[in-house]
């Protein structure tokens, strides 16, 4: 009777070095163990953006990547989503402000969705048909900033705030806003 080898499986996989989208940066953000190449498509890498960027001021931005090429022991990824931290947002909710959370899902300048989570604070409390006009503000604000920015642009406004910034513009004049802050972008 002949014995049988135990193989380690580990030692039996490939490693494939994990790329963000040209736009972001060319570093290896990580790396993915697999047995096939098919199992490494379709995956979602989940990393603080400042990682990426070498930015500390993205340090509350988490960014998932999904892989969608690979190409010998390299995996190309496209961003999936990028998101807020809880606790970071929820530290710009103060006791006599008001926080208004919003839900939008709109089309790119390419034709795909693109659903936005926003999270709006003002400075004092305000009445409930101001909220109602500050939600309809804000979801005229992305009906028309949105479509016109292809998904990269978007993406690059969101990072550099000036899409928040703009969105300030756009709102103060129905209420006291203070924060105009991204809770979720899925793509």
Not at 134 to 140: D, F, K, Q
């Amino acid at each position: 009777m002949a014995l049988q080898k135990n193989v380690d499986k580990w030692k039996t996989k490939q490693w494939f070095d994990v790329y963000p989208p040209k736009g972001i940066s060319t570093d290896i953000v990580g790396s993915i163990p697999s047995n096939d190449e098919k199992n490494v498509l379709g995956r979602i890498i989940k990393l603080n953006l400042s990682w990426v960027t070498n930015n500390p001021n993205h340090s509350f931005i988490t960014v998932g990547f999904k892989v969608t090429d690979i190409s010998g022991n390299s995996a190309n990824t496209d961003i999936n989503y990028l998101a807020q931290q809880y606790s970071y947002l929820h530290s710009f909710v103060k006791r006599r402000g008001d926080a208004i959370y919003t839900y939008d899902k709109v089309k790119d300048k390419d034709g795909k969705d693109v659903v936005l989570k926003l999270l709006v604070t003002t400075r004092s409390k305000i009445a409930r048909r101001a909220k109602t006009d500050l939600r309809r503000a804000v979801s005229e604000f992305i009906s028309g900033y949105v479509p016109k920015m292809s998904k990269e642009e978007l993406l690059k406004a969101i990072i550099a705030s000036a899409f928040q910034q703009e969105g300030i513009k756009k709102t103060s004049p129905i209420a006291p806003v203070t924060k105009f802050e991204i809770k979720k972008v899925e793509f």
